[in-house]
């Protein structure tokens, strides 16, 4: 390809900044960034933190190290969560995107100063298992089945679901119908107009390569993409660049994140979650712990806690697909029953070989 166009429209959306988040660090334009963070998502804080019932956690002394690749408003509620419940221990929460995440853990082995994953792709923690240690101190009962790990070498934190969100006042505006499948996204009239993560830098990408190539086979979906490559305005970093840029305006068809289109229409922004005949495309995310980070008494800590007094709130708050029996979405504008795509033989080996397919 191809390759070279895609590369170039990736680095031109891309946001290669690292972000880091610390309880030592955290000065007054975080400060300022979560209280604007929180009201523009119209999510109450407060409430959802007085329905927890903390442990007691202020003899927990220590440094704990969490990478991640989630939100930078979750990054955010668990580092404010994380820092009231823990005041003596030193919490560090570091963004990187997921690919990198994973390459930069791998590489480091178990000298790594990372001690926790969380909220990674189940397919990369996968990659990692070797340097996991099994959590056996989380009860595993409270998860729906297809959410478990066959060896508890990571615990559930959430799912998330892509979806195809459209601008449908600016195809009106351009006198354009709505796109109803991925067939009619290849039409010229959608030029400059469709945007969706690369699928060989980001998870999200990926997740719509690989339940494409589910439904068509594996040459039909790369075909397919490097088609609709000519429809491409740009690809940005991370899962939900391309919805924020429908949000501005930048786009009109964003292949992007459901929870971010639905907290956008919840802000008051002119998107609709549309969800072609092949479903929506998915992966579980979980948390991992490093082997021989676990002798850290503070990290164990850590992860009880968010499994004791967090997920609940997160779950309810910000990502209610379904992780937990009996849970029930309360999300507003979050779609009430989300039509999945195949999202079979997702491992890490068959990532390789599709991305490399579609690299080609």
Not at 83 to 109: M, Q, R, W
């Amino acid at each position: 390809m191809k390759a070279f166009d895609i590369a170039e429209k990736f680095r031109k959306g891309a946001d290669t900044l690292s972000r880091h988040f610390s309880s030592r660090r955290i000065g007054l334009n975080i400060c300022l960034f979560s209280a604007l963070s929180l009201a523009i998502s119209g999510t109450c804080l407060a409430a959802a933190e007085s329905s927890a019932a903390p442990a007691d956690n202020t003899g927990v002394t220590g440094r704990v190290v969490i990478y991640t690749p989630t939100e930078d408003y979750l990054i955010e509620y668990m580092q404010q969560r994380l820092d009231e419940a823990f005041p003596n221990c030193e919490i560090s929460i570091e963004y990187y995107h997921t690919g990198d995440l994973a390459a930069k853990v791998k590489a480091e082995g178990t000298d790594t100063e990372c001690d926790i994953i969380f909220d990674c792709e189940y397919g990369y923690l996968e990659s990692l298992k070797d340097i996991l240690v099994p959590i056996d101190f989380v009860d595993e009962t409270q998860f729906v089945e297809d959410m478990l790990s066959p060896d508890k070498t990571y615990m559930p934190v959430d799912r998330y679901s892509g979806s195809v969100i459209i601008r449908e006042d600016i195809l009106e505006e351009k006198g354009l119908p709505v796109p109803e499948s991925y067939e009619e996204l290849l039409d010229p009239m959608y030029k400059g107009l469709i945007e969706m993560p690369n699928p060989a830098a980001s998870s999200t990408g990926y997740l719509f390569l690989k339940s494409l190539a589910n439904a068509w086979g594996d040459q039909e979906a790369v075909d397919y993409l490097h088609a609709l490559d000519a429809n491409i305005l740009q690809y940005p970093g991370g899962g939900s660049g391309p919805v924020k840029d429908a949000a501005a305006g930048e786009c009109a068809i964003a292949l992007s994140l459901t929870f971010k289109a639905a907290e956008l229409i919840s802000d008051g922004y002119p998107l609709q979650i549309h969800f072609f005949k092949e479903g929506a495309p998915y992966t579980p995310a979980g948390l991992a712990i490093i082997q021989n980070h676990e002798t850290n008494p503070a990290v164990e800590a850590v992860v009880r806690y968010f499994y004791s007094d967090i997920i609940d709130d997160y779950l309810n708050t910000y990502l209610p697909e379904l992780v937990k029996v009996g849970q029930v979405n309360t999300v507003p504008n979050y779609p009430a029953e989300i039509p999945y795509a195949d999202m079979s033989n997702n491992t890490p080996d068959v990532k390789e070989a599709l991305i490399s397919l579609y690299e080609d």
